[in-house]
Nanobody, 117 residues
Framework: QVQLVESGGASVQAGESLTLSCSASGSPMVYTCMGWFRQAPGSEREGVASLSIDDSTDYADSVKGRFTISQDNAKNTLYLQMNSLKPEDTAMYYC????????????WGQGTQVTVS
């Protein structure tokens, strides 16, 4: 079992940047894909970005060119660099880890709130 803890959420102004972190503990190395999801009030949880063990990445169209997913293997930490933030990026952001990048049965973190005004 792996435990995920997100941090870095904050309230920012539109156009500003923010970096989210997700620290993994337990047995993260048995998994092959990590990602970021978000959920706005009244909306379903949606995928934002994913990073597979072969370093391939995938992004939602709404964040392409603005967000960058990366990881520090030595620290077992996943990051989401978010630039040019928009009010529509406001959501609870969750870190996830799974064996596949379709995330059929992910382990979730508790989430970190991002508010853009």
């Amino acid at each position: 079992q792996v435990q995920l803890v997100e941090s870095g959420g904050a309230s920012v102004q539109a156009g500003e940047s923010l970096t989210l972190s997700c620290s993994a503990s337990g047995s993260p190395m048995v998994y092959t894909c990590m990602g970021w999801f978000r959920q706005a009030p009244g909306s379903e949880r949606e995928g934002v970005a994913s990073l597979s063990i072969d370093d391939s990445t995938d992004y939602a169209d709404s964040v392409k060119g603005r967000f960058t997913i990366s990881q520090d293997n030595a620290k077992n930490t996943l990051y989401l660099q978010m630039n040019s933030l928009k009010p529509e990026d406001t959501a609870m952001y969750y870190c996830a880890i799974d064996h596949w990048c379709t995330f059929p049965r992910p382990n979730w973190g508790q989430g970190t709130q991002v508010t853009v005004s």
